[in-house]
DNA sequence: CCCGGATGCTTGACCGAGCAACGATCGAAG
DNA sequence: CTTCGATCGTTGCTCGGTCAAGCATCCGGG
């Protein structure tokens, strides 16, 4: 540890938990309106989305994790799910006989646009009903400071620096 | 559906991924240095916070819920593991028989005590550096005004009004 | 060519969280 | 006082996720 302990401010703390909180309330309605509306979870229906935005609307297993901040295993969970419902389907990489892709099925294009509109709704009344274009632009560019902060450096000993 | 679905545009869609993705890299990383550190997960060092700051360091359980936004069964759960560490007591309420009180015993007060301060520079480290004090005082706002439009109404329905 | 370490995906064991259901208790209405 | 609906906390079930181990494959050094 550098030096003692510098907690949060009153306004720091305000801050810290109407996010966190706001957060978890957010991610929560979301989840359960996919559920509801379509049938998916979050998680699926991101991965679909993932999916529908790549070339030839396959990726690879690894790329797939990396891009969602998930692990190969849930991964591999998730698409074993999606498959089951028929909405991706897995075909080998040639290049690399290891390697899996995931390719969205046209059950799985079609899925997705079902549940798209009420999703985007949804984000749209719980969140940027809140904020106007400058908030976003902030918002925008302060996460994506953080997240560059924190998966580049994925390590925890960067957490608290030794002395500087 | 009131009309046809307004798409997020590019910067609100880029300000939405950088914002989850950050978030759940954020909540990962502190998640696993409370683990190492303190061998408390989030869940449960934010249920100590909450009973340290409660008169008499007590609550009850339906109060540790609301205050968490979790379920019921998530906190009968959760103070059962602090329980079994000896960390929290449970208690009896006498005005409501069916009441449950977990009350933040001197073992656990400690636990929060030494785990507190790796826990407040890792939230500095990965949220606070990057922010400036007119981002946080924003952000408060901010997240403040979208956590209300989300607990008061609970409900989905008010995610797609009908008309108005 | 062969071998050893690294990488890619999957699987098994485990854990934490939510939902639904349950018994116990409260409180108000008759 | 009795009764009925609502509320509190707990529990069974299931789902989704991580971790660690495993097998197959790749690739670079001898």
Known sequence: ????TRWLTPEEQAA????????????????RQLEADAGLSFTEYE??????EAPGRR????DLAGASAAT???????????ERAGLVRRVECEQDRRGMHAELTDAGAAALA???????????????D?????????LRELFGR????????GEGAQAVPPAA
């Not at 810290?16 to 989840?31: C, E, F, I, K």
């Not at 990726?59 to 690894?62: G, P």
């Not at 953080?146 to 450096?153: A, S």
């Open 1 to 4: 540890m550098a030096g003692p």
């Open 16 to 31: 810290w938990r109407a996010y966190l909180g706001s957060t978890r309330l957010l991610v929560h309605a979301l989840d």
């Open 47 to 52: 991965t679909l989305v993932r999916l529908s």
């Open 59 to 62: 990726l690879r297993m690894r």
């Open 72 to 82: 190969r295993s849930g991964v591999t969970r998730t698409v074993t799910r999606l």
């Open 114 to 128: 079902a549940a798209a509109p009420g999703h985007v709704a949804s984000v749209r009344a719980h969140l940027f």
């Open 130 to 138: 809140h904020l106007d274009p400058a908030d976003v632009g902030r």
């Open 146 to 153: 953080i997240r560059d902060g924190l998966d580049v450096t």
